[in-house]
């Protein structure tokens, strides 16, 4: 009878150990086809969290697409942008796509895919300011979101140098409200992002004709792994021709803005 408990035990350890180790292949054979993307989930129309808490947007539903064509799962990962290049360096995550923007300073430090929307860095002030131009912002109080592309517009035109004061939030969301309460007198912001608000606040904001920098949004990749930027890029090139991105941006623009 021990004899025959002492077998029985051995067995079902087996058939425990066999059923774990499939499990845990199984765990990482998931996490392998996931890609994982870095977002700031305050960045309107790009993603953002709708009424129910749920990432919404553009590049969320983009990526959707082009992640489905490569036949992987996507899992959205929200993060500081401040730590955007850190946190892809690391490995916590496999893409940033949420926006980003295409610099020279950006390309030492990650791969980048093909351009695919068309940005420019504005000047939002609400409605009944008298700020109508880059000199009026000659002695004033400016928001921006910090470590973005709009502190590297700012800081390439000669205005910087006259404005009284710039002050940093870590996302748009922020900067708009401290515009709202008088806080700061205007806010350089992604041309895409305040139009959303412009619609969505009708009558709050207006942006200044001049702007401060054209510039090309991109999907980053760790560098050295050329082999996901390629299974990237060709599945954006299919996505971009095929009816798919145009569909997408007409829900969210209005209009087809992607890059073919």
């Known amino acids: 009878m021990k004899k025959f408990m002492m077998v029985?035990?051995?067995?079902?350890?087996?058939?425990?150990?066999?059923s774990?180790?499939?499990?845990?292949?199984?765990?990482?054979?998931?996490?392998?086809?996931?890609?994982?993307?870095?977002?700031?989930?305050?960045?309107?129309?790009?993603?953002?969290?709708?009424?129910?808490?749920?990432?919404?947007?553009?590049?969320?539903?983009?990526a959707q697409a082009v992640a489905?064509?490569?036949?992987?799962?996507?899992?959205?990962?929200?993060i500081d942008w401040k730590t955007k290049e850190t946190e892809l360096s690391s490995g916590r995550i496999d893409l940033i796509w949420n926006g980003y923007t295409i610099t020279d300073e950006r390309k030492k430090k990650v791969l980048f895919t093909k351009p695919y929307l068309?940005?420019?860095?504005?000047?939002?002030?609400?409605?009944?300011?008298?700020?109508?131009?880059?000199?009026?912002?000659?002695?004033?109080?400016?928001?921006?979101?910090?470590?973005?592309?709009?502190?590297?517009?700012?800081?390439?035109?000669?205005?910087?140098?006259?404005?009284?004061?710039?002050?940093?939030?870590s996302d748009n969301v922020l900067a708009l409200s401290d515009l709202k309460a008088g806080r700061v007198e205007a806010v350089v912001i992604d041309e895409v992002v305040i139009d959303y608000y412009m619609a969505k606040e009708e009558g709050t904001f207006k942006v200044i004709e001049e702007s401060l920098a054209p510039e090309l949004y991109g999907i980053g990749v760790k560098k050295g792994n050329e082999a996901l930027l390629e299974k990237l890029q060709a599945a954006l090139d299919k996505v971009n021709t095929d009816g798919t991105a145009t569909a997408i941006s007409e829900k969210w623009f209005g209009e087809d803005k992607v890059l073919k």
């Open 68 to 78: 489905e064509n490569m036949g992987m799962n996507v899992k959205f990962q929200p």
């Open 118 to 169: 068309k940005n420019a860095q504005v000047i939002a002030t609400l409605k009944n300011s008298d700020i109508a131009n880059l000199n009026d912002l000659s002695g004033k109080n400016v928001g921006l979101q910090a470590l973005s592309s709009a502190a590297d517009a700012l800081n390439a035109n000669p205005i910087s140098s006259e404005i009284k004061s710039i002050s940093e939030y």
């Open 20 to 62: 774990g180790c499939g499990s845990s292949n199984s765990n990482s054979s998931s996490k392998e086809n996931t890609l994982v993307i870095g977002v700031d989930d305050k960045f309107a129309p790009m993603g953002f969290r709708d009424e129910n808490n749920e990432l919404t947007g553009f590049d969320i539903e983009y």
């Open 8 to 18: 029985l035990i051995v067995s079902l350890g087996s058939l425990l150990f066999i």
